[in-house]
């Protein structure tokens, strides 16, 4: 269940509260409670406005999770990593250690792979490494591939500076033994221009 509140967006929300504000404003008007016809009426306007500004506008693909980081952000990231440069200016990987950072994935209908959907936690770890920020989420890469050497990977192959690379591990909090998705690693292959 919360992965689905963190998938449902503004204006699937904003479209359930008109759908409310519909059936109370017309329930007042057939009982002809004429004292609450202006709060009914003000509410849907408010909804049935906020409904179309979000549609319109580039906010109607954020997420509840999208918001909730923006209202309540986290306190200040720790990263924990160490650089490894397989080939000097072609293979750069950020390796992180025990406190890994937790990242946020939504399991896909089949229950089999799991997706990065939400790119808010992504961006903001890129933005700590000094990367260039992710514009979309990417399936698991064992779904594109069919490999089960690919499970736990996603790959970014328009990203600027060449291919971006993601592999995720289980991690576990030793105080509540609660076990949880996080980031075990960035690697970027750069691309050359001739």
């Given at each position: 269940?919360?992965?689905?509140?963190?998938?449902?967006?503004?204006v699937?929300?904003?479209?359930?509260?008109?759908?409310?504000?519909?059936?109370?404003?017309?329930?007042?008007?057939?009982?002809?409670?004429?004292?609450?016809?202006?709060?009914?009426?003000?509410?849907?306007?408010?909804?049935?406005l906020?409904?179309?500004?979000?549609?319109?506008?580039?906010?109607?693909?954020?997420?509840?999770?999208?918001?909730?980081?923006?209202?309540?952000?986290?306190?200040?990231?720790?990263?924990?990593?160490?650089?490894?440069?397989?080939?000097?200016?072609?293979?750069?990987?950020?390796?992180?250690?025990?406190?890994?950072?937790?990242?946020?994935?939504?399991?896909?209908?089949?229950?089999?792979?799991?997706?990065?959907t939400?790119?808010?936690?992504?961006?903001?770890?890129?933005?700590?490494?000094?990367?260039?920020?992710?514009?979309?989420?990417?399936?698991?890469l064992?779904?594109?591939?069919?490999?089960?050497?690919?499970?736990?990977?996603?790959?970014?192959?328009?990203?600027?500076l060449?291919?971006?690379?993601?592999?995720?591990?289980?991690?576990?909090?030793k105080?509540?033994?609660?076990?949880?998705?996080?980031?075990?690693?960035?690697?970027?292959?750069?691309?050359?221009?001739?």
């Amino acid at each position: 269940m919360p992965g689905l509140l963190a998938q449902l967006t503004l204006v699937n929300i904003l479209s359930v509260l008109l759908l409310i504000a519909s059936v109370w404003l017309l329930v007042i008007i057939i009982k002809k409670r004429t004292g609450y016809i202006f709060r009914a009426m003000m509410f849907f306007l408010f909804v049935l406005l906020a409904l179309i500004y979000f549609q319109q506008s580039d906010a109607k693909k954020y997420t509840l999770s999208d918001v909730r980081y923006a209202l309540f952000p986290k306190k200040g990231l720790t990263l924990n990593y160490y650089i490894d440069e397989d080939a000097p200016g072609e293979i750069v990987q950020y390796i992180f250690e025990d406190p890994k950072p937790r990242i946020p994935l939504s399991m896909d209908a089949n229950g089999k792979y799991f997706h990065i959907t939400n790119i808010t936690v992504i961006n903001e770890i890129l933005d700590r490494l000094q990367l260039p920020r992710i514009k979309k989420g990417a399936k698991e890469l064992a779904l594109i591939t069919g490999s089960s050497s690919h499970v736990d990977l996603y790959r970014w192959d328009d990203y600027p500076l060449g291919v971006l690379i993601i592999e995720r591990t289980l991690c576990r909090n030793k105080d509540t033994l609660a076990t949880f998705n996080c980031l075990a690693s960035v690697t970027v292959k750069r691309k050359f221009r001739n």
